[in-house]
């Protein structure tokens, strides 16, 4: 046998078994199909739950639209078609059977549904109203966050922190519960404690992204726990090393902790992980705009003219990267190039004071 030859010939039946265990997915999918549609509501309701584990709630809807009308008392089901309806964008639909369903059952769960479901119509009074009353009700993890989420939506961040600290105990081991601590503490000026309550949501759960973000953004305001966040921007980096935020959020707070100190030495590592980014996602435009302002401190100017190129093609209304090509090309003697970018830099900054 050629060199590798038993390698490929394994992969080959490891291909060939995934195939053929597809096959037989499919052909039970098939036959499931067909019994449900001369069954009621078990086959119906088996098959739309499949389908609901297959996060494919279009494939869903039929079948527990079929299975409720074999038995529109089931809760379950019902519940389960309302919240498709919404998720498919029939609002009417969705209002109208969670209405159905509250009249018969007043509970928590239905008025948080009712809240997305308003929510979505646009109807944000009656959203909120549904979301305290699913709280008070019925005071669990996703009924108190949704209701924090959309205090904070509405910039309502007071009454936003009352619920996520009174949240926050109920539910200690809820990453997304002290994302919404950090977040309504960042809104309320106490900078300081929503660093804390981000860092513990990144050590809660380092699989959780959403932190990311919010903690990349606010390495600023609080300079006592620059470290702190500086770990947790790393570890970010080395878990998810195909996440272009990730290699951005690191490469800034290297970037913050070499200007601050005044010493060089961390340079090509910043620049490695934002030319990582912007290849990650091409259109970060933070992404590029940073790379240019640390290719100006280098006196790298082609580069950084190339990269404030790129930002304001992708968002025109880039103030400050105007005004930056505009120098950068004066520098070059592009001056035809340089007054153009000076115009658009005046022309958004009156604008902005209008």
Known sequence: MAPGGQYIRAAWRRSFM?????????????????????????????????????NNTAAALPWLEKAWAADPANYDNAYDLALARLQTKDLAGARRLTEDLLARQNRGELHNLLGDIEEASGDFDAAAREYETAARMDPSEKNLFDLGTDLLRHNASQQALTVFRYAAPLSPNSARIQIGLGIALYSAGQFSEAVQALCHAVDMDPGDTRALGFLGGMYDVAP??????????????????????????????????????????????????LRKAVTLDPTFVDGHVQ???????EQKTAPAIREFETAVRLKPELKSA??????????????????RELAFYESLRKQESR
């Open 322 to 339: 105007h005004y930056h090509l505009s120098r950068l090309y004066q520098q070059q003697g592009r001056t035809d190039l340089a007054r």
């Open 18 to 54: 995934r195939a053929v265990f597809a096959l037989l997915a499919l052909l039970n999918l098939y036959a499931a199909d067909n019994a449900a549609g001369d069954a009621g509501f078990a086959a119906s309701r088996a098959l739309a739950r499949q389908y609901l584990q297959e």
């Open 224 to 273: 006592e726990l620059s470290a702190e966040v500086d770990r947790r921007l790393a570890r970010f980096a080395d878990l998810y090393p195909q996440n272009a935020a990730a290699n951005y959020y690191y490469a800034l707070s290297l970037r913050r902790r070499t200007l601050s100190a005044g010493l060089g030495g961390n340079e090509q590592k910043v620049e490695t992980l």
């Open 291 to 297: 790379l240019a302002l640390l290719y100006v401190d």
